[in-house]
């Protein structure tokens, strides 16, 4: 009988450091390191300690997952929390980077289209070619405009 209640005991344990490590690895410190809160390496960093300690407690009082990240979000503000929810207004963080690459893509597609579908330029031995006397008007046109 002890065996069995010491087995439960262990299981338990072994439960709590795993939804320790999870919800750990799903909450940012605060410290302003942008590292995940169990991998905030700054040497005596008293947010990480603390954020841990306040984690492992709510854990130990037996909150479900979504009471123990709500009650960090509280205490830390939504910056707290690694990746926003997949629910409400926060799904638009999910969409944004697809639509996008999406519209970007769209935009790289017509640039690409209307510099293929332009006229080619036309050949140097084409161009219409001014008469002589044409050419004196316009040197004297010049002149004329640039004396001062």
């Not at 490590?21 to 905030?40: A, Y």
């Not at 492992?56 to 926003?84: C, F, H, K």
């Not at 969409?95 to 140097?124: D, E, F, Q």
């Amino acid at each position: 009988m002890a065996a069995l209640f010491l087995g439960v005991f262990l299981l338990a344990g072994a439960d709590n450091d795993a939804r320790f490590n999870d919800l750990g690895h799903r909450l940012i410190c605060v410290c302003g390191c942008n590292q995940i809160l169990l991998e905030c390496n700054h040497v005596g960093c008293q947010y990480s300690t603390r954020m841990r300690g306040e984690l492992a407690a709510a854990i130990e009082r037996g909150d479900n997952d979504d009471l123990a990240l709500q009650a960090m979000v509280q205490s830390y503000g939504p910056t707290v929390v690694a990746a926003p929810a997949n629910k409400g207004f926060d799904r638009v963080a999910w969409i944004m980077p697809y639509l996008a690459l999406v519209l970007g893509l769209g935009v790289v597609t017509m640039v690409v289209r209307a510099w293929k579908l332009r006229p080619a330029p036309a050949a140097p031995g084409n161009a219409p070619s001014a008469s002589p006397a044409e050419l004196d008007e316009f040197r004297d046109k010049a002149r004329r405009e640039t004396e001062l």
